[in-house]
């Protein structure tokens, strides 16, 4: 079958031609139309689990993936041939992933059937990025009439993250350069503060900067948040953007920059956030995508030949699919 494959750790992706897998007692085998692309993808070619968890070689990437079902092994019950499926699927050994034209699958792992509403390309969006914003809400406890900071606003976690914490009635100040301004207003934020190098004539703190900081900007508004949400920040921006909490809010890193004694002994929940939504988690996106409650966000829809240029790329406005 064609796949993408990686050599080595940090090895190149190109495509290549590995073997069609065969479902096994207890597998599923899964036709993929579409695969979602995350950080995490090139995070792990990098070697991110080295030592942790085997890897096989050569390495095909991809957790999240869409397609129909195409074989189904003995003992597995509550599937049909052709039923269009989604999933996130992390299933060791490593290296056996959704950039390809098959994957072969435990039933037990985060799948969910797709209703008809929703295309393949638009449910291999939702796995890790939806799952994990839908978790950082639901561990948040955010309501309406708090007000949320979400940092790194533009990307595929972001993208969810801003609508289903809006979903809540809280107010949501997303981060988002000039150029995406309008698209988080339309995802559901009620203020946008702009990063890079935008002009500056009126910051309270600094009046000589170009370059505002996301924590100066927020208190042009402000004194305080409830919860930060921040998908992008270095410890010591993380820690700058923590200023803005009040005491007893929550605030989340999802890149590990939280530094936890920092947030206990001011009484803020959350640190560093490892997302564990599963299938149950997924059902409730593609509910929320089929009623009108949830847009996809996509950035672009390239070939699965186009994986190389896809992965570990910048400048996020949604989510890119890899169309097989
Ligand atoms: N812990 C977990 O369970 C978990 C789960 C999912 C994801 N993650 C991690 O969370 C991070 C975000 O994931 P993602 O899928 O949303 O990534 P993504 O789609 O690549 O989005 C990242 C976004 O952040 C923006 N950005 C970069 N630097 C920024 C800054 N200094 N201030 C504001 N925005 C900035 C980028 O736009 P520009 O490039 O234009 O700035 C991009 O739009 C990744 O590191 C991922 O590995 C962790």
Known sequence: MRAIVVRDFGGRPEPGEVPTPEAGPGQLRIALEAAGVNPYDQKLIEG??????????????????????SQIGAGVDGYEIGERVVGKFF?????????????????????????????????????????????????????????????GASGGVGSYLVQLAALTGAEVIATARPDDTDRMIRLGATEVVNYGRVPVTDSPTRPEDTQLSIADSVRMTRAQIDVLFDLVSPPPGFAENLTLVRDGGGAFSTVGSAVEADLQTRGITGGNFVSSGGAAELRDLLRKVGNGDLVVPLDSTPPLDGAAAALGARGARGKTVLVI
């Open 48 to 69: 991110a689990l080295k030592g942790q968890v085997p890897y096989d070689f050569p390495f095909v990437p991809g957790l999240d993936g869409a397609g129909t079902i």
């Open 91 to 151: 299933v060791p050994p490593l290296g056996h992933g959704t950039f390809a034209e098959f994957i072969v699958v435990p039933p037990d792992t985060a799948i969910a059937k797709v209703p008809d509403e929703i295309t393949a390309i638009q449910a291999a969006a939702l796995p890790t990025a939806g799952i994990t914003a839908l978790d950082l809400v639901n561990a948040s406890g955010l309501r309406a009439g708090q007000t949320a900071l979400v940092v």
